[in-house]
């Protein structure tokens, strides 16, 4: 089966320091494909790479077939991002929001209405698509922002930490919508997280980072055996392939966007 997502000794550097380090992935077509690793390993700029936001130092990417430098527009026709930032303005309404992204994508006139309540619809907002976005609770503006990368039907969805700061309820809300995207549509989702329970129930692969490279790949039944310990997690593999927690919790400005993503949703 062709790969949807390719990479080739793929590497990122910040003047001497190497964010991703001649990474080789590979994702197939309609599968849920976790990256996982503590805060700097590499997660995020390896996305940003992808979603054709950051170019590369070296090596080489592809999404659907095409190369994420010499075809970064035809890229970013079939690919929908959500990044942990917030990516919604409050001041709009959800509708409005969407219809932004419609017109940005060169949707029909005449079908962006119906293109728009559709993608609300399918997320469960279609009650509130005329409030304003500031009265969303947290795990509604996540699922607005999935709605958002949806709109114009993309064949890989990026997720960068979908459900940091979401509450336990909102957090599996987010959970089936991402395999319902899977069953209806056959959506390729690439998706990272700290939280080994998501990974655990919706990636059909994982790929684990630690110092911009990959340590171990397979699905979570393979790296769980991997570790030859009865009743073996995610949290075990974890740790036995980046080390203690403490010792890889990423830098200031990692853990500050990460908690303001979480106050912001929260």
Same mark, same amino acid.
């Given at each position: 089966?062709?790969?949807?997502?390719?990479?080739?000794?793929?590497?990122?550097?910040?003047?001497?320091?190497?964010?991703?380090?001649?990474?080789?992935?590979?994702v197939e077509p309609g599968e849920v494909f976790g990256l996982l690793g503590p805060n700097g390993a590499g997660k995020s700029t390896t996305i940003k790479m992808l979603t054709t936001l950051l170019p590369p130092t070296s090596g080489h990417a592809r999404v659907a077939q095409f190369d994420i430098v010499r075809h970064p527009a035809k890229v970013r026709r079939i690919i929908g991002y959500v990044p942990q930032a917030l990516s919604?303005?409050?001041?709009?309404?959800?509708?409005?929001?969407?219809?932004?992204?419609?017109?940005?994508? @060169?949707?029909?006139?005449?079908?962006?209405?119906?293109?728009?309540?559709?993608?609300?619809?399918?997320?469960?907002?279609?009650?509130?698509?005329?409030?304003?976005?500031?009265?969303?609770?947290?795990?509604?503006?996540?699922?607005?922002?999935?709605?958002?990368?949806?709109?114009?039907?993309?064949?890989?969805?990026?997720? @960068?930490?979908?459900?940091?700061?979401? @509450?336990?309820?909102?957090?599996?809300?987010?959970?089936?919508?991402?395999?319902?995207?899977?069953?209806?549509?056959?959506?390729?989702?690439?998706?990272?997280?700290?939280?080994?329970?998501?990974?655990?129930?919706?990636?059909?692969?994982?790929?684990?980072?630690?110092?911009?490279?990959?340590?171990?790949?397979?699905?979570?039944?393979?790296?769980?055996?991997?570790?030859?310990?009865?009743?073996?997690?995610?949290?075990?593999?974890?740790?036995?392939?980046?080390?203690?927690?403490?010792?890889?919790?990423?830098?200031?400005?990692?853990?500050?966007?990460?908690?303001?993503?979480?106050?912001?949703?929260?």
């Amino acid at each position: 089966m062709t790969a949807i997502v390719e990479t080739q000794e793929l590497t990122r550097r910040f003047d001497k320091a190497k964010a991703v380090d001649a990474l080789n992935l590979y994702v197939e077509p309609g599968e849920v494909f976790g990256l996982l690793g503590p805060n700097g390993a590499g997660k995020s700029t390896t996305i940003k790479m992808l979603t054709t936001l950051l170019p590369p130092t070296s090596g080489h990417a592809r999404v659907a077939q095409f190369d994420i430098v010499r075809h970064p527009a035809k890229v970013r026709r079939i690919i929908g991002y959500v990044p942990q930032a917030l990516s919604v303005d409050s001041t709009l309404t959800g509708y409005e929001n969407l219809l932004i992204v419609a017109k940005l994508y @060169d949707i029909p006139r005449a079908e962006r209405v119906v293109r728009v309540r559709g993608a609300l619809a399918y997320v469960g907002l279609e009650t509130v698509a005329d409030n304003l976005v500031r009265s969303y609770s947290g795990g509604m503006i996540r699922r607005l922002e999935i709605a958002q990368a949806l709109v114009h039907r993309p064949r890989v969805l990026f997720l @960068d930490e979908p459900t940091v700061g979401l @509450d336990p309820v909102a957090r599996k809300a987010v959970w089936e919508l991402v395999k319902q995207l899977c069953a209806d549509y056959g959506t390729t989702v690439f998706l990272t997280t700290h939280f080994m329970e998501e990974a655990d129930i919706l990636c059909d692969r994982i790929a684990i980072m630690h110092f911009g490279r990959v340590v171990a790949t397979g699905t979570p039944t393979e790296l769980k055996t991997s570790l030859n310990k009865r009743s073996a997690t995610l949290d075990d593999v974890f740790i036995h392939y980046t080390g203690d927690y403490l010792t890889s919790g990423g830098n200031y400005r990692d853990i500050s966007t990460t908690r303001r993503t979480a106050q912001r949703l929260g």
